[in-house]
């Protein structure tokens, strides 16, 4: 299999708090990753750093052998501009925990509103697209219904459809569920169950146990900003080596 991301001693850091210390990690073309750790431990901001969301301060990530925000010349890094940071974005999707659903627009143009403004897709296909990725997540009578009118699971999975509609390499998921009520958390994760099922490439930071034993190809347990450990899920969840691992898990499971 190759290999989808490629994170090498990435540092970050915001004023003197240190959030990232060195972070390499490697996730192979559809494989699912999944990212467990305390609040606090620099899972989100690995995350973002991926789509160049957060900028890092020392290493590289690319991302289907694409170096992610810069150029290599020599031995050096250049930013990018920002219009070519956007072009790779579109193939990296980033689903939210809040949604960041646009009010203003149905489910429907939420949905189609990338394709025709980024990728310039004529507006009769980008429709049929979505009506196709809601029939998908099981939001097909909803096209027309616009964000308040949805509850948080229904928000969350048109937010997977919208991300879906770029037709990215990989999807990252950044605690998709815990905004969420207790009930409608189940909905979300067979979403994106089926999704792995399916063959997406996927990094999912998440607090849902059961889920990362049932998905993850690998999961990987982060502290303090760095990874503690990281492997199959029968080998970190039900016999992790490290005592930082097994403290956490005591609290969790």
């Known amino acids: 299999?190759?290999?989808?991301?490629?994170?090498?001693?990435?540092?970050?850091?915001?004023?003197?708090?240190?959030?990232?210390?060195?972070?390499d990690l490697q996730v192979r073309t559809g494989e699912v990753t999944v990212v467990l750790g305390p609040?606090?431990?620099?899972?989100?901001?690995?995350?973002?750093?991926?789509?160049?969301?957060?900028?890092?301060?020392?290493?590289?990530?690319?991302?289907?052998?694409?170096?992610?925000?810069y150029r290599r010349s020599g031995d050096k890094l250049h930013e990018l501009p920002e219009r070519e940071v956007l072009k790779q974005r579109i193939r990296i999707g980033?689903?939210?925990?809040?949604?960041?659903?646009?009010?203003?627009?149905?489910?429907?143009?939420?949905?189609?509103?990338?394709p025709?403004?980024?990728l310039k897709r004529p507006r009769d296909q980008?429709?049929?697209?979505?009506?196709?990725?809601?029939?998908?997540?099981g939001l097909a009578d909803k096209a027309d219904a616009y964000p308040r009118q949805l509850s948080g699971g229904q928000q969350q999975r048109v937010a997977i459809a919208r991300a879906l509609a770029l037709e990215p390499k990989l999807l990252l998921f950044d605690e998709p569920t815990?905004?969420?009520?207790?009930?409608?958390?189940?909905?979300?994760?067979?979403?994106?169950?089926?999704?792995?099922?399916?063959?997406?490439?996927?990094?999912?930071?998440?607090?849902?146990?059961?889920?990362?034993?049932?998905?993850?190809?690998?999961?990987?347990?982060?502290?303090?900003?760095?990874?503690?450990?990281?492997?199959?899920?029968?080998?970190v969840l039900d016999r992790p080596r490290h005592e930082r691992t097994r403290t956490f898990l005591s609290k969790v499971l």
């Open 94 to 114: 980033f689903v939210f925990q809040n949604f960041n659903l646009f009010p203003h627009l149905t489910v429907l143009e939420n949905v189609i509103e990338a």
């Open 116 to 118: 025709v403004a980024a």
């Open 1 to 23: 299999m190759s290999v989808m991301v490629d994170i090498r001693s990435v540092h970050k850091s915001f004023g003197p708090l240190d959030v990232l210390k060195g972070i």
């Open 178 to 235: 815990s905004a969420l009520d207790p009930e409608l958390v189940g909905e979300v994760l067979d979403v994106i169950k089926d999704l792995a099922h399916q063959g997406t490439t996927m990094i999912v930071v998440t607090h849902e146990i059961g889920f990362a034993r049932e998905v993850a190809d690998t999961v990987v347990f982060m502290d303090d900003g760095r990874i503690v450990e990281q492997g199959p899920p029968a080998e």
């Open 39 to 69: 609040s606090g431990s620099g899972k989100s901001t690995l995350l973002r750093t991926i789509n160049h969301l957060e900028k890092v301060d020392r290493g590289a990530i690319s991302v289907d052998g694409a170096l992610i925000g």
């Open 126 to 137: 980008a429709v049929a697209t979505a009506r196709r990725l809601l029939e998908r997540v």
